[in-house]
């Protein structure tokens, strides 16, 4: 006999006795939560993309821009743009999701504090001319070193860097200090020393926070002035960063933004198939129920081996 006092109490939770909702999925259930699906969707995803088609957007590459030269770009905004406005550099073909490259960093380090453990935070790249890099590892050392001015008719324009971070990283995650003399934050990209920001600057913070995919913006200045229709923002580019190795391609985008965020079609047609979708699949469960209508719980569809038991038998 077992032990009685390995016994569980005898409570609702301990017993799974707690009460809990089992709904049967019966036809008329199924179709009509596909119905509501169907005609719910479809309008969550226009008001999306109504919201998207509101976002003025405009995007030049710059690829073919010499290497360590500064090349000109010229932006024409195709319709008013009220501030706040957001200057974006964008990349492609570059898997900053890599679980390599997402673990290769120290928390520790870009925190102001010493870390013991920088060999297996911050491989393979924790080491440069000799000395500990700072700060180290992969995502740090891959910094997006391109540098940008823009003007409109030779007028500087009103932009800033502050504010393009998230605040929570900004005042608890990355705090600067003093280099040691056994740390440098020199770190060789492409064959060229390049000096690494102070890992307060919110154009390093907003790199470090790495993307999901391997097509992504980053926000670099924020524009604090309207532009107008047919304005001409020209770009002055120091083009520094090298994307051949990757076979990427570098952009600078201009956009608004809607109280959703940026420009994103996808979301709001995704959200219309998958309720066209639903809606369909909902006609087609009601055609077969209508054609065809079985009775919840009949026991004539029971079966045992080939042969079917009649109900009155399973009764007893």
């Not at 109504?50 to 003025?56: D, K, P």
């Not at 405009?58 to 195709?78: D, F, G, H, Q, R």
């Not at 999701?97 to 520790?108: F, L, P, W």
């Amino acid at each position: 006999m077992a032990d009685a006092s390995k016994r569980p109490e005898d409570s609702d939770f301990k017993q799974q006795r707690l009460k809990a909702w089992q709904p049967i999925l019966t036809p008329q259930w199924v179709i009509a939560s596909f119905a509501f699906i169907g005609i719910l969707f479809p309008i969550i995803g226009a008001i999306l993309v109504a919201s998207s088609n509101q976002v003025v957007q405009v995007e030049k590459e710059y690829t073919s821009c010499a290497m360590n030269s500064t090349c000109l770009v010229n932006l024409t905004i195709p319709s008013d743009m009220n501030k706040p406005v957001y200057f974006y550099y964008k990349l492609t073909n570059f898997y900053q999701n890599h679980r390599r490259y997402v673990k290769s960093k120290s928390n520790s380090q870009l925190q102001g504090t010493t870390d013991s453990s920088l060999s297996s935070n911050c491989d393979p790249l924790v080491y440069n001319l000799g000395k500990t890099l700072y700060p180290c590892g992969l995502i740090a050392g891959s910094y997006f070193t391109d540098v940008f001015s823009a003007s409109i008719n030779g007028t500087t324009v009103d932009w800033t860097n502050q504010g393009i971070a998230w605040a929570s990283d900004v005042a608890t995650k990355f705090k600067n200090r003093s280099l040691t003399s056994s740390e440098t934050n020199i770190v060789t990209q492409y064959g060229v020393n390049v000096t690494l920001p102070a890992v307060n600057v919110e154009e390093f913070i907003v790199w470090m926070r790495v993307a999901g995919l391997p097509t992504f913006k980053k926000l670099n200045r924020i524009i604090n002035q309207n532009l107008k229709k047919g304005e001409v923002v020209t770009v002055s580019i120091d083009n520094q960063y090298d994307v051949s190795t990757f076979s990427g391609t570098k952009s600078i985008v201009i956009s608004t933004t809607t109280w959703l965020g940026g420009k994103n079609d996808f979301l709001g047609y995704a959200y219309i198939a998958v309720g066209l979708t639903c809606f369909v699949l909902a006609g087609l469960f009601l055609f077969k129920h209508v054609r065809s209508p079985r009775a919840l719980g009949d026991l004539e569809y029971f079966k045992y081996g080939d042969e079917r038991v009649e109900a009155v038998e399973l009764k007893h």
